[in-house]
Structures are given as structure tokens and as C-alpha cells.
């Protein structure tokens, strides 16, 4: 199946939930309109296929972690659910599934799920794709294991009724990996000079500034929420090796916490 992206937003053909709606509609056009490019590893997401080892790495270390599983094992996070709110083509999905997790894949811009379906039907996995929003499934009662909110925080139009949300979706003792871009002069350079307008990794205009969250900021809406933060960890990229690593003390342009819900 062929997907054709179109930047058209037809807020018709969104989903309504009966509480908060933090959706930006805006934000939800522009990866509409790279929805068929997903899986391509040159094409508009490259650099989320270059840093998706390194996100996988802390999220099964976090896991496997909070829940004892042996990640030497076959299938380690058989019998948790797991969500991954903003799922996209199913890059993390896809691996959580592997490892035996019952996985749901929510994504508010509907064309990105047809394309994760049959990626997933492709690759012989069983992956609940589904064109919703963290609000909607808290209004139909869902609860997880796991929540994965990686790189949309910075996308919302509440970054606090957001992750109020994503918490409401944990059950007590569960864990929820987020991920977003700090904001300071080097984000900006790094992540909106840099990877849109000169290696054009990305469209110009994907990302917004002012809309990026420090740690300190990050770690108070997810208290606020109700969590607990656990730890945080940076993403760094090595522009000689070509590949991202993680760094307990470089924070300053992508970075990722892990927080759990108290029991």
C-alpha cells in the first residue's frame, strides 16, 4: 500500500474525547503531510532512524529495570501492556512487540496509521494501531504498564493537560519514558538551524523554539501530573561517528526522563 501524504488538515476527520483536547492542529498537519516517508531511512525521519538504537536502549534498560525483566530472555516484557502515545510508523512499537509486550499505538494524525498497520502486517507483528488520543483513551479507561511519550510533549498545545493524560493512563507502579528537546541557543543551532536548514534532515518549520522544554520545566509538569521522576539521561549526537549515545550529563539538546506513577 502506497500512503499519499497530503498537508491539508481536515479537523473533521479528527478524533473528539470528552475531556481536555491538547491537540495542535498545526502540529498534527506537518507530520501528516511526511506520513508515507516513515519507514524510509533516508527520507524525512532519518535522523529518528539514527537515534531510534539509542532510544530503545534506555527504554528496555528502564523496563527491564522497573519490572525485573532479563532482557537476555526470550520475549523479557511478555504480560506488560505497553502504550507509545504518538506512535508515528511504529518505530518503537515494533521492537516492544518483538520482546513479547501486548502493544497499543496511538497517534492523533490519522494518516500515520495505516501506514504502521502494514508495516507491522509486513514484519509479522500483532500491534493495536489506533487514531486516537491520550485523552480519548482516558476517557474510554485504558491503563498500561508503560507509557512511551517520546518527542510530542513538545508538539501539544498543553504540555501540562498532555501529560496530566499520560499519567492518568499508568496504572500504579507503571512507567512512563519521555522525551523531548531542551530549549536554549544551542537547541535552537543544533536542532532547527542544524537538522532543518542546513543537513535538512527535516522540513523547515517541524519544530518551534519556544515551544521546546527544559529538564527542570519537563520534570515539573510530570510532578504536577503525579509522578514520580526517576531519572534522565541526554541524547548526544557525535558528528564525527555519525551516531548518538547516551550522557547523564549532557542534557542540552535532546534528553530523556523516566518517571513512575506512586502505587
Same mark, same amino acid.
Given at each position: 500500500m502506497k500512503i499519499h501524504p497530503d498537508t491539508e488538515?481536515?479537523?473533521?476527520?479528527?478524533?473528539? *474525547?470528552?475531556g481536555t483536547n491538547t491537540i495542535d492542529a498545526g502540529e498534527i498537519?506537518?507530520?501528516e503531510a511526511m506520513a508515507a516517508e516513515w519507514w524510509d531511512e533516508n527520507g524525512k525521519f532519518k535522523p529518528l532512524h539514527m537515534l531510534n538504537p539509542c532510544r530503545l536502549d534506555y527504554i528496555t534498560q528502564q523496563i527491564a529495570g522497573e519490572f525485573g525483566r532479563d532482557l537476555t530472555r526470550d520475549k523479557p516484557f511478555e504480560g506488560l501492556r505497553i502504550l507509545d502515545i504518538g506512535c508515528g510508523g511504529g518505530l518503537l512499537c515494533e521492537p516492544m512487540a518483538r520482546l513479547g509486550a501486548t502493544v497499543v499505538g496511538a497517534d492523533a494524525a490519522e494518516r500515520n496509521i495505516p501506514v504502521a498497520q502494514v508495516h507491522a502486517e509486513q514484519s509479522g507483528l500483532e500491534i493495536d494501531y489506533r487514531h486516537t488520543t491520550a485523552e480519548a483513551l #482516558?476517557?474510554?479507561?485504558?491503563?498500561f504498564? #508503560?507509557?512511551? +511519550?517520546?518527542?510530542?510533549?513538545?508538539?501539544?498545545?498543553?504540555?501540562?493537560?498532555?501529560?496530566?493524560?499520560?499519567?492518568?493512563?499508568?496504572?500504579?507502579?507503571?512507567?512512563?519514558?519521555c522525551s523531548t528537546i531542551n530549549r536554549n541557543p544551542k537547541s535552537y543551532l543544533m536542532a532547527i538551524i542544524g537538522a532543518e536548514h542546513v543537513m535538512r534532515w527535516?522540513?523547515?518549520?517541524?519544530?518551534e523554539w519556544q515551544k521546546f522544554i527544559t529538564?527542570?520545566?519537563?520534570?515539573?509538569?510530570?510532578?504536577?501530573?503525579?509522578?514520580?521522576?526517576?531519572?534522565?539521561?541526554?541524547?548526544?549526537? +557525535?558528528?564525527?561517528?555519525?551516531?548518538?549515545?547516551?550522557?547523564?550529563?549532557?542534557? *542540552?539538546? +535532546?534528553?530523556?526522563?523516566a518517571s513512575v506513577k506512586p502505587e
Open positions: 488538515f481536515d479537523e473533521g476527520q479528527k478524533m473528539q *474525547s470528552t498537519a506537518k507530520f #482516558v476517557d474510554d479507561g485504558e491503563h504498564d #508503560v507509557v512511551l +511519550n517520546m518527542e510530542v510533549v513538545e508538539h501539544v498545545a498543553d504540555p501540562q493537560g498532555y501529560t496530566d493524560a499520560c499519567a492518568a493512563l499508568l496504572k500504579p507502579g507503571g512507567l512512563m519514558v527535516l522540513p523547515k518549520g517541524t519544530h529538564p527542570d520545566e519537563l520534570y515539573g509538569l510530570i510532578e504536577k501530573a503525579g509522578l514520580r521522576p526517576v531519572d534522565r539521561m541526554g541524547f548526544v549526537f +557525535n558528528p564525527i561517528t555519525w551516531s548518538w549515545s547516551l550522557s547523564p550529563r549532557d542534557l *542540552s539538546v +535532546n534528553y530523556v526522563t
